[in-house]
């Protein structure tokens, strides 16, 4: 074992030893593994194994075979044939041995028999197929119900909180003749709305997870706590139709091989009516008194109903309408097939244009509560009743969002099972949920929606506002850490306290490597899931500049493709072409080809994709250039890395950009880092400064295409004075 190898078990080895869960967290691929545990699946699978040991049973004692006879008998005979000869008693033994090799009826017979036991067998595996396929597609919707339950869950108790808050207020304004008791009441009712909706829930959780149990044989899981369930996507084309419903079918294929078999059968059942052997031996006999001898002999024999030409015929056409059968049968199946998958699609495109709705009326919704809000910090007493209806309202807007998120996800796990798999890419319609981090979802479903502001308002404070990170994303170059017993959620829970509202994650070829690990892998749906719940953005920060050159591109779409399956909210690439060797000459061509390698990560990662730039490239003559590759690569946002602490020229430089690129979408990338001078990194400065600085540029900057800023790095920025 080489070094190397020694050194990565040594790190998967003490990452291991301390990781523990305090609960029960199982993402659905863990789950899907465990499919063949299921003792539904177990018992189709034993009696398909039974099935094909008596179909090779039956081959096997078919054709030739060993006969022996054995007798001995006493004989009384005459002597001779007049009437007055006298009986002679003698006794005589008889030994015979030899083949017997069956012929025409009796062979086609046998074939016959082989032939059923085939059909049987093919019976037996569509079976598995049918209960490994239904058992799958359960598990998975009543997974993805689960996540839809844990996330109203949320919703739910975030609005009973509000009850001991909300109804005392109310009930004051009823006693002060402000608040009709009808419309109390009618409030009150809200909550046991909530109530009602939550106990529904519990109960639904159960039976999502007897189906679990059902699906994998696993016991308890109680306590489960799911992550958002990742679904592979899948395109829809006529050209896929025809594969899913034709030769790529495997059950299709098993139907159309009983048929062919019932077809050979129906061939071969009119001249099996009757038996036929031909047998051949050797024969030794010895009598008593008497001498002894043998035999060689050959017989033929048949044995053939009185009616066998109408038991023929009769045999025939039973064997043709069972072969015709089996032929319309999977037809009929092939058409179902069609049938399901095209409304498989259709349920797919509704959901989704609900969830589109539903996330318009929740849009809708949260406006209303933010304008509700501000009139009551006014006028807290005249507008309660309309703050509170607001706040219903979203609520409930909410929900039904959640809820056509969780139809869609059900609609998509219908379709897993239909469509086959068709590589990284394919052709026509994707087929793709969505992700629980789209920055405008994260921000409609967010709990401050949900939060009441004080019983009495006070003024605004006079004077600057308290500082803070607030909605600035940072880079994090120690993501290995997050993979240390609960040191991601901490991490992301702190974050969440300073009003972090993303990191950009890196990990170390060693902390990939352990990722590789079913441990690594927990740990980090662990600190993801986390992430997610503490409402920050967690994206795959990857910096390799090399992975720009053509000759080293697919490591990284290699590496995009297995990180993919984690919950990451995006993918960062921060590949600075200007670290390669000889890149002030060649700015162009490198521009061109970190172009194309955007193109193909995009093309590779089921996730939004940003980058990180040096301005030099939106400007000049390489800017159109950047601008046209980026936007035809579908990049989601481009932090722009301008290292300055002159706040003033830094906004007059990224203005510029702004403008002169109104179809794209920016960050100003910002740098703490200790290693630079003070013209560039604002660590000496200290964090008030630093966030002072921040402040102003987002004041200057503001406008639809700029989404905030980002800092090099949360590393430096931890270690900085206040």
Request: charged fraction near 30%; aromatic fraction near 8%; hydrophobic fraction near 45%.
């Amino acid at each position: 074992m080489s070094h190397e190898t020694n050194t990565a078990c040594l790190v998967c080895a003490f990452f291991l030893r301390e990781y523990s869960f305090a609960e029960p967290r199982i993402a659905l691929r863990d789950l899907e593994s465990e499919l063949t545990a299921s003792p539904e699946v177990l018992a189709a699978a034993a009696s398909l194994s039974e099935s094909r040991a008596i179909e090779e049973r039956q081959k096997m004692t078919g054709g030739s075979r060993f006969f022996g006879e054995l007798s001995l008998s006493g004989l009384n005979e005459p002597a001779s044939r007049s009437d007055t000869s006298v009986l002679e008693g003698y006794s005589k033994l008889w030994v015979r041995g030899g083949v017997s090799i069956p012929l025409f009826g009796t062979w086609r017979k046998e074939r016959i028999r082989e032939l059923e036991s085939r059909i049987l067998s093919l019976e037996e595996e569509l079976r598995l197929l049918a209960v490994r396929k239904a058992n799958l597609t359960a598990l998975r919707k009543a997974y993805a119900l689960l996540w839809t339950i844990q996330e109203r869950k949320s919703l739910l108790e975030r609005f009973l909180a509000l009850e001991e808050r909300i109804m005392p207020l109310l009930a004051k304004r009823a006693e002060e003749g402000f608040l009709l008791e009808r419309d109390r009441l009618e409030m009150e009712s809200w909550f046991a709305f909530a109530r009602r909706e939550a106990a529904a829930d519990a109960s639904l959780k159960e039976e999502c997870l007897a189906l679990i149990r059902k699906a994998t044989g696993r016991g308890g899981l109680s306590d489960l706590e799911v992550l958002f369930p990742h679904l592979e996507p899948r395109f829809f084309s006529e050209d896929v139709l025809a594969r899913a419903a034709g030769e790529e079918n495997r059950e299709l294929q098993i139907l159309t091989e009983a048929a062919e078999t019932k077809r050979e059968i129906a061939r071969r059942v009119p001249k099996a009516q009757y038996d036929a052997y031909l047998r051949a031996g050797y024969g030794f006999s010895s009598e008593f008194p008497g001498r002894n001898g043998t035999e060689a002999f050959l017989s033929i024999a048949f044995d053939v109903p009185f009616r066998e030409g109408r038991t023929a015929s009769a045999a025939g056409r039973a064997a043709r309408a069972g072969a015709e059968k089996a032929g319309h049968e999977m037809e009929a199946r092939r058409l179902a097939i069609v049938g399901d998958i095209r409304g498989g699609i259709l349920r797919f495109d509704s959901a989704a244009a609900q969830r589109a709705f539903a996330m318009a009326n929740a849009r809708s919704a949260a406006e209303a509560v933010r304008a509700d809000r501000l009139r009551y910090s006014l006028l807290p007493g005249d507008v309660l009743e309309q703050l509170f209806r607001s706040l219903f309202i979203y609520f409930s807007s909410a929900l039904d969002f959640v809820d056509s998120e969780g139809a869609l996800l059900q609609a998509h796990c219908e379709l897993l099972g239909m469509l086959p798999e068709t590589g990284d890419r394919g052709e026509g319609k994707e087929i793709a949920s969505f992700f629980p981090e789209e920055p405008e979802r994260h921000r409609l479903l967010a709990p401050s929606w949900l939060a009441f502001p004080s019983e009495s308002p006070s003024a605004p404070a006079v004077g600057k506002p308290v500082l803070s990170p607030k909605g600035q994303m940072f880079y994090f170059w120690k993501g290995d850490d997050l993979l240390y017993p609960g040191k991601g959620r901490a991490f992301f829970e702190q974050a969440a306290k300073e009003g972090v509202s993303g990191i950009l994650v890196s990990f170390s070829p060693r902390g990939i490597a352990f990722l590789r690990t079913a441990g690594g892998k927990a740990r980090l749906d662990e600190a993801l899931e986390a992430a997610r719940r503490a409402g920050v953005r967690a994206e795959l920060l990857l910096g390799d500049p090399s992975w720009i050159l053509a000759a080293h591109r697919k490591e990284l779409t290699d590496l995009v493709r297995e990180l993919g399956g984690f919950a990451f909210s995006g993918i960062h690439l921060d590949l600075e072409p200007d670290q390669l060797p000889d890149a002030e000459a060649r700015r162009m061509e490198l521009l061109l080809s970190l172009t194309e390698t955007v193109r193909e990560v995009k093309r590779a990662a089921r996730l939004p994709v940003s980058l990180s730039v040096h301005p030099r490239y939106l400007e000049g003559s390489l800017g159109p250039v950047a601008a046209k590759g980026f936007g035809a690569a579908g990049v989601d946002e481009i932090a722009v890395m301008i290292y300055s602490t002159k706040v003033d020229s830094v906004a007059s430089r990224m203005k510029a950009i702004l403008s002169s690129w109104p179809g794209l979408r920016f960050r100003l990338a910002l740098s703490v880092e200790r290693e630079l001078p003070p013209s560039e990194s604002f660590f000496k400065g200290g964090k008030k400064s630093f966030l002072e600085a921040v402040d102003f540029l987002q004041g200057e900057l503001a406008s639809s295409s700029f989404a905030g800023t980002v800092v090099q790095s949360w590393e430096n920025y931890k270690e900085m004075a206040r």
